[in-house]
T-cell receptor, first 116, second 113 residues
Framework: AQKITQTQPGMFVQEKEAVTLDCTYDTSDPSYGLFWYKQPSSGEMIFLIYQGSYDQQNATEGRYSLNFQKARKSANLVISASQLGDSAMYFC?????????????FGTGTRLLVSP | DADVTQTPRNRITKTGKRIMLECSQTKGHDRMYWYRQDPGLGLRLIYYSFDVKDINKGEISDGYSVSRQAQAKFSLSLESAIPNQTALYFCATLDGNVGNEQFFGPGTRLTVL
């Protein structure tokens, strides 16, 4: 079964507008973490934001915020005021503890294109 | 200097050849990982290591082996490369005591002809 589902293969947004990238997850572990990574065309993986399963408030990092809805098992990334440099692949990932060891499971990604 | 380095950054090889991809880190992290990325499939875990004496298979370990020569070094080997191992390979590290974030290397693009 898919642990992390990103249903949007591609998204388009105009510069300065906000965009939401969807992510749903599946786990039976009460302790887990959710991550978003950005991968520009150069290929590196850039950490954006983290949300723990016990965190009461939604995580925010600058223009990035994570809309965490635990009951719905969703962890959508919201990018406010999009910039041209935001064009990239975005991956949602989940940390699960397996015998005390942390592994990340990734979704298939969403390609975001920001237009002028 | 980068905290997590991978060598080589690009490699083209032929079917049947033995290939080693190397990863080094200066972050002092105990945990290291190897992932491969294929278009449309995201990143998938090949192997991971808790420390130099702990090596574990990930979800797609067939055709690969690893060596944790030191805390700072984690190598991935393809004993006999095949074309469907053509992919982008990432090494990552994590501080198991405090970490949430995995730190990724720049990736190695491997092409098997």
């Amino acid at each position: 079964a898919q642990k992390i589902t990103q249903t949007q293969p591609g998204m388009f947004v105009q510069e300065k507008e906000a965009v939401t990238l969807d992510c749903t997850y599946d786990t039976s572990d009460p302790s887990y973490g959710l991550f978003w990574y950005k991968q520009p065309s150069s290929g590196e993986m850039i950490f954006l934001i983290y949300q723990g399963s016990y965190d009461q408030q939604n995580a925010t990092e600058g223009r990035y915020s994570l809309n965490f809805q635990k009951a719905r098992k969703s962890a959508n990334l919201v990018i406010s005021a999009s910039q041209l440099g935001d064009s990239a692949m975005y991956f949602c990932a989940m940390r699960e503890k397996s015998f005390g060891f942390q592994k990340l499971v990734f979704g298939t990604g969403t390609r975001l294109l920001v237009s002028p | 200097d980068a905290d997590v380095t991978q060598t080589p950054r690009n490699r083209i090889t032929k079917t049947g050849k033995r290939i080693m991809l190397e990863c080094s880190q200066t972050k002092g992290h105990d945990r290291m990982y190897w992932y491969r990325q294929d278009p449309g499939l995201g990143l998938r875990l090949i192997y991971y290591s808790f420390d130099v004496k702990d090596i574990n298979k990930g979800e797609i370990s067939d055709g690969y082996s690893v060596s944790r020569q030191a805390q700072a070094k984690f190598s991935l080997s393809l004993e006999s490369a095949i074309p469907n191992q053509t992919a982008l390979y990432f090494c990552a590290t994590l501080d198991g005591n405090v970490g949430n974030e995995q730190f990724f290397g720049p990736g190695t693009r491997l092409t098997v002809l």
